[in-house]
Nanobody
Framework: QVQLVESGGGLVQPGGSLRLSCAAS????????MGWYRQAPGKQRELVAL???????NYSNSVKGRFTISRDNAKNTVYLQMNSLKPEDTAVYYC?????????WGQGTQVTVSS
């Protein structure tokens, strides 16, 4: 397993942008997927975006066209660029690393979209 630490969350106005980072304690090169999930108060955790080992991204319909996931294997870091943020994007965002036999989660970072 790897230890994951998210950063970059905060308060932003609707229409604004944020960039989340997820730094891993070890190599992410061998991870099958790296992903971002989010959980809003009173709701279940949901997938936001993931990126495969080969670099192919997948997005939930709610963020497609607004969010971009990327990975830098040399820095063992995954990013989530979030543009055109909406109040409904408010949640705690979690980083996930899915290996062949292991799953790791970060502690989460709060994103609040409000005027």
């Amino acid at each position: 397993q790897v230890q994951l630490v998210e950063s970059g969350g905060g308060l932003v106005q609707p229409g604004g942008s944020l960039r989340l980072s997820c730094a891993a304690s070890g190599s992410i090169f061998s991870m099958n997927t790296m992903g971002w999930y989010r959980q809003a108060p009173g709701k279940q955790r949901e997938l936001v975006a993931l990126i495969t080992r080969g670099g192919w991204p997948n997005y939930s319909n709610s963020v497609k066209g607004r969010f971009t996931i990327s990975r830098d294997n040399a820095k063992n870091t995954v990013y989530l660029q979030m543009n055109s943020l909406k109040p409904e994007d408010t949640a705690v965002y979690y980083c996930n690393a899915q290996g062949l036999l292991t799953t790791s989660w970060g502690q989460g970072t709060q994103v609040t979209v409000s005027s």
